[in-house]
């Protein structure tokens, strides 16, 4: 209180300087202009020429800067009796914490926390080492499938991690099994192939019966993904499209006008020729005797498009 008093101690100082003021609180004047300006501290605006670069300039009642807020962050000793600071920013922190306080509960970029890497590799962090003291690490062994996963930090345990093996579905298994409310029920189906394997199918996949690996196995299955994949070359669906998408150009105008003439049918010309069924089956007898098509063509007087339509399903 005595600093704000005229030399005898005894009357208040009548109103200062924006520069006196900045003093008298121990603050920047450029950040005491700044809460002025903003409304944060009351002070008397006076405009005259020549007075600072603009020609304002403010006088501050001394007794209007008992009051001023103090700085909010956990810990500040700032201040010249070892409390808070002053605190005149829009974050209610000091100069030095204002941008913690600003930056609390928010994300960091990831440039930031390269740069904050860049500028701790090396040095030495007692922080760090009494962290690590006050949480040690860990053995731990997966909860789900008992594998071990080695030595977890403290931190990571705090955290709530360590607990099952990484890239893997077991912790979601453990939640499913453990804690049913936590994730929604899955709709699919549990199916197990031949070779014994069991996995999990979505609603979509839940028709596909073998693994992946074990599809083209026997010669049922071998039979079943051929009629599929002729099937998809026939319509143009799904990975075929996908297939024709990424070929030359003569390729994918080969392939739409096939799949376009099948979907709209002829776009001029005279109407195909339907093959008697008595000709119809001795192209597949042929076929079956390992003929090829051009000696069908040849045998049977017809053209080589005509057996190849014949031999569609």
């Known amino acids: 209180m005595t600093a704000f008093l005229d030399s005898r101690g005894t009357e208040p100082l009548p109103k200062v300087s ?10 920047n004047r450029h950040t005491l202009r700044a809460a002025i300006e903003a409304g944060r501290v009351p002070a008397e605006r006076v405009e005259r020429p020549g007075l600072g670069p603009s020609g304002v300039g403010y006088l501050i009642d001394p007794r209007a800067l ?22 005149l920013g829009a974050s209610g922190g000091c100069e030095k914490h204002g941008h913690a306080l600003e930056a609390m509960g928010k994300k960091r970029p990831p440039e930031v926390g390269e740069k904050i890497s860049a500028a ?37 345990i705090r955290a709530g991690g360590g607990r099952f093996c990484p890239r893997t579905a077991h912790a979601m298994r453990w939640y499913r099994e453990h804690e049913p409310g936590r994730y929604p029920a899955r709709r699919g189906e549990l199916v197990t192939c031949a070779c014994g394997t069991t996995r999990y199918r979505s609603p979509s996949h839940v028709q596909h019966r073998h693994c992946p690996n074990c599809f083209a ?32 150009g003569d390729v994918r105008r080969i392939w739409k006008r096939r799949w376009a003439a099948r979907a709209f049918g002829p776009s001029g010309g005279h109407p195909w020729a339907e093959l008697p069924a008595d000709v119809v089956a001795e192209v597949h007898r042929l076929t079956e005797r390992g003929f090829g098509r051009g000696c069908i063509a040849q045998r049977l007087g017809i053209s080589e498009r005509q057996v190849r339509n014949a031999r569609a399903p």
């Not at 924006?18 to 603050?27: E, I, K, N, P, S």
């Not at 103090?70 to 600071?85: E, K, L, Q, S, V």
């Open 18 to 27: 924006l520069t006196r003021a900045a003093t008298l609180a121990g603050v």
């Open 66 to 87: 008992e009051n001023l807020p103090r700085c909010r962050y956990d810990g500040c000793a700032r201040g010249a009796d070892g409390g808070p600071a002053v605190a």
């Open 217 to 248: 196995s026997t010669p049922e299955t071998r039979a079943l993904k051929s009629v599929a994949t002729r099937e998809l070359w026939r319509v143009g669906g799904g990975a075929a499209r996908l297939a024709v998408a990424r070929a030359s």
């Open 120 to 156: 701790k590799l090396g040095k030495p962090r007692p922080d760090q080492a009494e962290r690590m003291r006050k949480y040690p690490a860990e053995e731990r062994t997966c909860e789900w499938c008992g594998a071990p996963l080695g030595t977890i930090l403290g931190h990571v």
